[in-house]
């Protein structure tokens, strides 16, 4: 699974359309940020991206987590935001009252 590394200093925009681009051949993505402002921007991203992907009939989710991760020899702690399709229920109780 791809993995797209956000920093404080990203593009939202640019990242959104990675994150779009990635949804639509595989699925899903690991989104990863270290750090307030990084954790922001990647937020954000998942957020265009769910426009841009709606345009294609296309509907996710966003599952995070922390990770360990190595950098420069020293253990640092990362948000990881799996996003994938989300799955629509056939159940007649199945309601988005967001989008209704």
């Not at 200093?9 to 402002?37: D, K, L, P, W, Y």
């Not at 769910?50 to 296309?58: A, F, M, P, Q, V």
Request: proline share 2%; net charge negative.
């Amino acid at each position: 699974m791809d993995l797209i590394k956000v920093a404080a200093t990203s593009r939202s925009t640019a990242v959104a359309g990675a994150i779009a681009g990635v949804m639509r051949e595989q699925g899903q993505v690991h989104v990863q940020a270290i750090g307030a402002g990084a954790v922001n921007q990647a937020i954000k991203a998942v957020t265009i991206a769910r426009g841009y992907l709606e345009l294609d009939g296309i509907d996710i989710i966003c599952v995070p987590s922390f990770v360990e991760v190595l950098i420069d020899d020293q253990e640092r702690t990362a948000v990881r935001i799996t996003v994938q399709r989300r799955e629509t229920a056939t159940s007649p109780e199945w309601t988005d009252t967001e989008t209704t």
